[in-house]
């Protein structure tokens, strides 16, 4: 069975583009969530989409958003990058439907370099 | 957010019993603690999870402290293939939402 997908891998922008990510999660789960990571830290958490709607938010500027499509899978969308937006963006996906019981699958994430 | 304290990094040797502790002070009562681990280039994999009882599965056991202001990862023989990031995570209650520390980098010696 194929597992979380996230594209492309890698990218490189220009300080001020704009760039989208994908992610499409494991057939049959409903929550997608995106998280950041910088490079010597842990992910922190960015958004949480389920059933198309946001369910929660982490600490990031209004330059971040994102969104949930029909078929639950998930779009991030950062505007006028910076040079500290260069990350490994994660997308991760689960069964959860208000529990906490559920684990989380990781995809491989989407290098981004901004110069 | 409730957050975990973790040692930077430890070592073991192969076949040996690692244990990786976390502090988790400021948890509340609803929240589950979790642990996940990151192999290089790779995105973080589910270990194993729990509330208040210890817990065992095929990768790991989890001892969770009667106060559960602490909780201790137990691998009982280490692999190379252990060799890894492993984060001690509180799940917030009632959301998908993961609080990623900085990990103990855990080091397997041959």
């Known amino acids: 069975d194929a597992g979380v997908t996230q594209s492309p891998t890698h990218l490189i922008k220009t300080r001020g583009q704009q760039v989208t990510l994908r992610c499409s999660p494991i057939?049959?789960?409903?929550?997608v969530s995106w998280y950041q990571q910088v490079l010597g830290q842990g992910p922190q958490f960015i958004f949480q989409?389920?059933?198309?709607?946001?369910?929660g938010r982490g600490n990031f500027p209004d330059r971040f958003s994102a969104r949930q499509f029909p078929n639950y899978s998930s779009e991030l969308n950062v505007n006028a990058l910076l040079l500290g937006d260069s990350a490994l963006y994660l997308c991760?996906?689960?069964?959860?439907?208000?529990?906490?019981?559920?684990?989380?699958?990781f995809g491989q994430g989407t290098r981004l370099t901004v110069v | 957010d409730a957050k975990t304290t973790q040692p930077n990094s430890m070592e073991s040797n192969e076949e040996e019993p690692v244990h990786l502790p976390c502090n988790h002070s400021?948890?509340?009562?609803?929240?589950?603690i979790h642990w996940y681990r990151q192999l290089p280039s790779q995105g973080p994999e589910y270990v194993i999870h729990?509330?208040?009882s210890n817990v065992n599965n095929r990768m790991a056991s989890l001892a969770i402290a009667e106060d559960r202001k602490s909780s201790t990862l137990i691998l009982h023989r280490a692999t190379l293939r252990d060799a890894a990031v492993y984060y001690c995570?509180?799940?917030?209650?009632?959301?998908?939402?993961?609080?990623f520390g900085t990990g103990t980098r855990l080091q397997v010696f041959p």
């Open positions: 991760a996906s689960s069964f959860w439907e208000g529990s906490v019981n559920t684990e989380a699958f």
């Open positions: 057939s049959g789960h409903k929550s």
């Open positions: 989409y389920y059933e198309k709607e946001e369910r």
């Open positions: 400021t948890i509340s009562g609803t929240d589950y």
């Open positions: 729990g509330l208040t």
């Open positions: 995570i509180l799940r917030v209650y009632n959301t998908d939402k993961l609080i």
